[in-house]
Nanobody
């Protein structure tokens, strides 16, 4: 499975961005997807996850109500809509594929493949 994340950039606090992650190499609709982020000087942290069909999602408390994860299985793409962005959301964002899980998970060790990351910078 190959994952390609895009859509990062520089935005002012309160603004919005939509990240995309395109997948190839295996039937996209058969596995769950997640988004993680690594802020400067910090460990990689869970952001959001979605099951294979899109019927179940899971969010970190820090982004709940501001971020929305979704997927389009026809386009082999998962999205992360980020609204009301804060400077503390500044990080490199990574998408990841969980080939064997049924429910969306926050455990990074459940994910089998990772994208290259896209930088999100939120200015105050």
């Amino acid at each position: 499975v190959q994952l390609q994340a895009s859509g990062g950039g520089l935005v002012q606090a309160g603004g919005s961005l939509r990240l995309s992650c395109g997948a190839s190499g295996r039937t996209f609709s058969s596995y769950a997807m997640g988004w993680f982020r690594r802020a400067p000087g910090r460990e990689r942290a869970f952001v959001a996850a979605i099951n294979w069909s899109g019927s179940s999602t899971y969010y970190a408390d820090s982004v709940k109500g501001r971020f929305t994860i979704s997927r389009d299985n026809a386009r082999n793409t998962v999205y992360l809509q980020m609204n009301s962005l804060k400077p503390e959301d500044t990080a490199v964002y990574y998408c990841a594929a969980d080939l064997y899980g049924v429910a969306p998970t926050s455990d990074e060790y459940d994910y089998d493949y990772w994208g290259q990351g896209t930088q999100v910078t939120v200015s105050s």
